[in-house]
């Protein structure tokens, strides 16, 4: 916020020098003598001046209110624009957005736990609302950062201290819209931004988080340990019960091997059995047809040798021959 300068006090200065310099008088003498050049030169700066104060320039990103003697006559956007010498002051708002920055904030959480915070406020002012603010809130970037204050301190007072991190934008987004309502209701200020930009806590906190999060780190190592023995021991479980399937099932085909090989074995048996009855049959129908059959499986099986010692008790190889096959002497 600005004003322009006073022309009045302007004119009084430079017409108390030029006095100075032209050696008439003491300061503050008005009763003396002016030559001719002296009240034109005065004229001149008057005119100089007046013509000076006759006119203003607003920026861009600005709003000017216009007063009279004090009272607010308009309000006038960017351009040029032209008002009462000594008469009229213009006072420039931005109207662009314009940010403040609070370092070490101290406050407290809902368990009573101390730290300090940096924040940033954005926030611009309304040309609608340039009036409002020229009468009732001069000073209100002072009153927006007594407000960001409190309405920060509330907030963070409704959080535990282990939750501040975790819910940093939440909390900034709380802050923001009360903020928001505050500044626009009693400033007409509007706020368009709020940002933690950073929380420091004590050391003690700092200190108590270390031990927490080492004692969580054993509980999970613990814990991951636990799993890989369950893990293990199902493995070994499985395995087990692997190789024992494995074992009855290599006893299984053992078994059945044993019962084809037996099988086997008893069906040779009764082939080879039921061939030599077979052939016992045979030879027993054989040698009911041909009685003479023995005698001649004996010869076929005798040399032709006769025994070299004969014993009284040992048999004595016999052929029965029969007259019709005994040869007639030769005569």
Request: proline share 4%.
């Given at each position: ?17 030029a006095i100075n ?104 002012v309304p040309a ?204």
């Open positions: 916020m600005g004003g322009a300068r006073e022309p009045k006090r302007l004119v009084m200065s430079i017409i108390e020098n310099d032209m050696g008439v008088g003491g300061k503050g003498n008005w009763n003396m003598r002016f030559s001719r050049s002296t009240w034109w030169l005065i004229a001149a700066i008057v005119v100089i001046v007046a013509v000076w104060g006759s006119y203003f320039t607003v920026d861009r990103h600005e709003v000017g209110i216009v007063t009279r003697w004090g009272a607010i006559k308009y309000t006038v956007g960017p351009g040029l624009h032209f008002k009462i010498p000594f008469a009229e002051t213009a006072t420039m708002y931005r109207t662009d957005i314009r940010a403040f920055q609070l370092s070490k904030v101290n406050t407290y959480t809902i368990d009573n736990q101390e730290l300090d915070a940096t924040f940033t406020v954005n926030y611009r609608e609302q340039a009036e409002r603010i020229f009468r009732e809130v001069p000073d209100f970037e002072q009153r927006l950062e007594t407000l960001t204050l409190d309405r920060f301190k509330a907030e963070i007072g409704k959080v535990n201290v282990t939750d501040i991190a975790s819910r940093r934008g939440e909390v900034g987004k709380r802050v923001l819209d009360v903020l928001q309502k505050d500044a626009d209701r009693l400033f007409g200020l509007m706020v368009t931004d709020f940002q933690i930009n950073n929380i420091d806590y004590t050391q003690q906190f700092r200190q108590a988080v270390d031990q927490a999060a080492i004692a969580k780190t054993l509980v999970e190592r613990a814990e991951q340990l636990k799993r890989q023995a369950e893990i293990d021991a199902e493995s070994k479980k499985i395995a087990a019960i692997g190789e024992a399937n494995a074992i009855r099932e290599r006893a299984r085909g053992d078994a059945d091997a044993n019962l084809l090989r037996a099988q086997a074995e008893a069906q040779a048996i009764k082939i080879k059995g039921d061939a030599e009855a077979s052939a016992i049959a045979a030879q027993a129908a054989a040698l009911q047809g041909n009685p003479g059959l023995i005698e001649l499986r004996r010869a076929e099986r005798w040399d032709g040798k006769l025994p070299g010692q004969v014993f009284g008790s040992a048999p004595i190889p016999f052929m029965p021959i029969t007259p019709t096959q005994i040869p007639a002497p030769a005569r």
